[in-house]
């Protein structure tokens, strides 16, 4: 049993050298975003009574309940402040953890690279190992550095402690459960995929338990490691137990990964592959038909998330206005999204988060073309008669066509659940056009991506980095007061705030063209250079 | 048209290294054509300039009558290739690849497919993910060779492929050379270059080093001569082109460069020959020489 171990050292070693840049990175990314929301909280919460009708607005309005969880010592300064980047925080901690587990298990034995280092002196347990190792000292690292460095900019010692383990702690939860993914599916993209399912469900048991009344089930947002985040109460008791429950959860789950490992072979998954046809089917005759085989599967899981999260939205967006009832609260509404109208703001600050996560969507699918480039399976296509146009033409349109489906799925089902649940039908259109006006910024980002893939391929995490700036700008621009110009930067600024104000198509057509003009220098580049690994 | 592949002072470099360094390559239509090379000389970088992949920093190339880079879609609809690390869909079966890529460049033959598939032993039922290295190489090849084109360019294409296989490869190119195909070859298997080609070119460093018939680079090697003569041996070892001399008695071995056979042997009888035996250069020697690295060279020049 021990030799199985025998390499893990090795192993964590080639690992951080692996991740030298990503992991400070996403570290650094995480602290400035607590940090900021710590730095803004004093000015914007001077005295027990501002905070006291922020966090009461908060936690009576159920939709941002269910997105943030609850304010849980209504005075307390931390409280109030960290709330919202508590549950963002936890997402993105959550995500790193799933990437770095599966990066450094799934992804290295698919590749082919892991059973290179399995016929060295490396134990079977070694790679898991080593992998966790590295997620849990990044988690650690990080719950570190957000204590001391919110501590620093003015919130409560102990507290600020209690929010860097809170975060940490679903860190390692998450490192957990991505351990046994790996371990299900037999491709990386799986792994990830069936992570971040997870990961959906248990963001949404909590939000069921915290927007419970006290009849209700409340009691779901303990079977959620991010729930267990928030039942940590920073800065509101700062329950340590609750630890407790996030590491005897770690080590069951990490157990069950081991015994997934000792069980199967190296490179299978526990889902065994089946046959498929012998022939391709008559419609399998263009790059088209190929890149949407291979992205099919995953468009329709987006949909499917997207419809359903427009449901959800819809659902709860007649609810807002009549649990405000301060004039603090509605400017406490005002400032996490729009001006007047609460329902309105709340439909206007929703559809750009949902505008952000389409924009996730349009990356990842049109950086299918660096993926499948580097994999060399774009040689193939390229060297039979396929122009290098036609193919990026072929993986942009599922990317640009894809995005755009599911806003329209969420548009759909949030406004047919909205008109449902208000009675009035004709609030369907306000809502459908709400969540459609996001797409031309989305589309600037996927053109991002085409540009760097087509003049800079082993830069095209400039995507990603482009859509982290966007967020930040967007979400803590207005809380630091940022000057307009810094704002504009995003192209999330330019979408008009409809329904609350009126759609002027200017700045839409504005960055369509951006978009187009992006895609286009990105298809020049594309075309004159060397097709690399 | 007499040339299918005409390239000359070719270049591509990758920052301070020069992969391709004036590299000529003249393949003519309708021959076989071995394309050798230690690991690195730029077998596979020549070969992605052919397929217009990586664009020439200098030198001319013709393929088919057209410009590799330019006219890649045209052009491809002519040709086939078949890498030496195949790279599949994870989630497309073998039989998928074969379609779509052929369907790609134009069409193929059914009932050629049908009779590779048997021959090679492969189940196109199989998800790329699931297939060993050889059979990763069976699809491509199955997919190249399946299609109606008048070049195949294969880079290592039996790279994992078990001797029976091989066999069987062989058996499809010498076909393909009947029907009048144009095939470059690189490859490490002396073996298989020595059945199939017609002519090769052995390259170093990004530079052509050797182009001919097999026959031709013969007579650019050594022939290895071992006598016993009647009376001891006079100026054998002052006579151009005599290496490696060892006389035992009246036992002499010696290599001689093939174009002083002549001199030599004219020598030997004047001493008188009582027994001979002449073993002309193998295969293995000829490509080690060419093979044998630059430091090596550069020794020997001093």
């Excluded at chain 1, 774009?378 to 396929?386: D, F, N, R, T």
């Excluded at chain 2, 391709?20 to 309708?30: E, K």
């Excluded at chain 2, 071995?34 to 020439?56: C, W, Y």
Aim: hydrophobic share 50%; charged share 15%; aromatic share 6%.
């Amino acid at each position: 049993m021990s030799s199985g171990f025998v390499g893990t050292g090795a192993l964590v070693r080639l690992g951080l050298r692996r991740d030298r840049i990503m992991l400070p990175a996403w570290i650094a990314g995480v602290v400035v975003l607590a940090v900021g929301s710590a730095a803004a909280a004093a000015d914007l919460y001077p005295t027990v009574e501002s905070r006291v009708s922020a966090a009461t607005a908060a936690n009576n309005t159920t939709a941002l309940l269910a997105l943030y969880g609850r304010v849980y010592d209504p005075t307390s300064l931390g409280g109030i402040s960290m709330v919202k980047t508590g549950g963002i925080g936890a997402v993105l901690i959550a995500l790193l953890s799933i990437i770095v587990v599966v990066r450094h298990t799934r992804a290295e034995e698919e590749s082919g690279r892991l059973e290179l280092v399995g016929a060295t002196v490396v134990g079977r347990y070694a790679a898991l190992t080593a992998a966790l190792i590295i997620a849990v000292a990044t988690n650690v690292v990080l719950a570190l550095l957000t204590a001391v460095s919110i501590a620093g900019a003015g919130l409560p010692t102990a507290g600020s402690y209690a929010f860097g383990a809170a975060w940490g702690g679903v860190g390692i939860a998450f490192a957990a459960i991505a351990a046994v993914t790996a371990q299900l599916s037999s491709t990386a993209r799986g792994a990830t995929s069936l992570g971040s399912i997870v990961l959906g469900v248990v963001y949404v048991l909590r939000a069921v338990g915290d927007t419970a009344g006290p009849d209700g089930p409340s009691w779901m947002s303990w079977l959620s490691p991010i729930g267990w985040g928030q039942q940590f109460r920073p800065y509101a008791g700062d329950r340590w137990w609750v630890l407790l429950i996030t590491f005897a959860f770690a080590v069951v789950v990490i157990g069950g990964a081991y015994a997934l490992v000792e069980r199967r072979d190296v490179g299978a998954g526990l889902i065994a592959d089946r046959l498929g046809p012998a022939t391709a089917p008559a419609g399998l005759r263009s790059p088209f038909a190929l890149a949407w085989r291979l992205q099919r599967g995953s468009l329709f899981g987006w949909l499917a998330a997207f419809a359903g999260l427009g449901l959800v939205l819809g659902n709860i967006a007649g609810n807002v206005g009549g649990f405000v009832d301060s004039p603090s609260a509605r400017e406490m509404v005002a400032k996490l999204g729009g001006q007047q109208g609460l329902t309105d703001a709340f439909i206007s600050a929703e559809m750009g988060i949902m505008g952000f996560v389409a924009a996730i969507y349009g990356i990842q699918a049109a950086l299918r073309l660096r993926g499948e480039e580097a994999g060399q399976r774009a040689e193939p296509l390229l060297v039979a008669s396929v122009s290098r146009t036609r193919w990026v033409m072929s993986h942009l349109v599922v990317a640009l066509g894809g995005s755009a489906l599911l806003l329209v799925a969420a548009g759909l089902t949030a406004g047919l659940s909205h008109g449902a649940q208000s009675g009035d039908m004709g609030r369907f259109g306000p809502v459908f056009v709400t969540a459609v006006l996001q797409l031309p910024a989305v589309w600037v980002l996927t053109g991002i991506v085409v540009l760097a893939f087509g003049a800079a391929p082993r830069l095209v995490v400039a995507g990603w980095v482009a859509l982290v700036v966007f967020l930040m700008l967007g979400q803590l621009g207005p809380l630091l007061e940022l000057d307009q110009w810094a704002m504009d930067l995003s192209p999330f600024t330019h979408i008009p705030r409809f329904p609350v104000g009126d759609v002027d198509p200017v700045p839409l057509v504005w960055l369509v063209l951006i978009a187009v003009a992006l895609v286009a220098a990105g298809l020049v580049a594309f075309r004159r250079r060397d097709i690399t690994t | 048209m007499t040339e299918a592949i005409s390239v000359s002072g070719l270049v591509k470099a990758y920052g301070p290294t020069r992969a391709l360094d004036g590299l000529d390559l003249t393949v003519r239509t309708g021959e076989v054509h071995g394309f050798l090379g230690p690991n690195g000389a730029g077998k596979s970088t020549t070969i992605r300039v052919l397929l217009g992949l990586l664009r020439a920093d200098a030198g001319t190339t013709r393929l088919l009558g057209g410009d590799p880079w330019k006219d890649a879609v045209t052009l491809h609809r002519r040709l086939a290739y078949v890498p030496g690390d195949v790279t599949l869909w994870p989630t497309l079966s073998g039989g998928e690849v074969i379609d779509l890529l052929g369907r790609l460049r134009g069409g193929l033959n059914p009932t050629r497919r049908a009779d590779l598939l048997e021959r090679f032993e492969l189940d196109p039922r199989k998800k790329g993910r699931a297939y060993s290295k050889g059979n990763r190489q069976k699809v491509a090849l199955i997919a190249a060779l399946a299609s109606d084109v008048e070049l195949l360019i294969l880079d290592e294409p039996t790279s994992g492929l078990d001797p029976l296989m091989e066999a069987v490869f062989q058996e499809c190119v010498q076909e393909e050379r009947v029907q009048g195909r144009t095939v470059l070859l690189s490859s490490h298997i002396l073996a298989e270059v020595e059945a199939l080609c017609d002519r090769v070119s052995i390259i170093r460093n990004g530079k052509t080093v050797e182009t001919g018939t097999l026959t031709e680079l013969r007579h650019l090697t050594r022939t290895s001569i071992s006598a016993e003569l009647a009376s001891a041996p006079n100026g054998l070892a002052a006579l151009p082109g005599v290496h490696d001399l060892k006389v035992e008695g009246l036992r002499v071995h010696f290599d001689v460069d093939t174009d002083q056979l002549d001199a030599v042997l004219r020598q030997l009888t004047q001493a008188g020959v009582r027994s001979l035996a002449s073993h002309p250069p193998t295969l293995e020697q000829l490509f080690l020489r060419h093979y044998e690295s630059e430091s090596t060279d550069a020794v020997m020049s001093r």
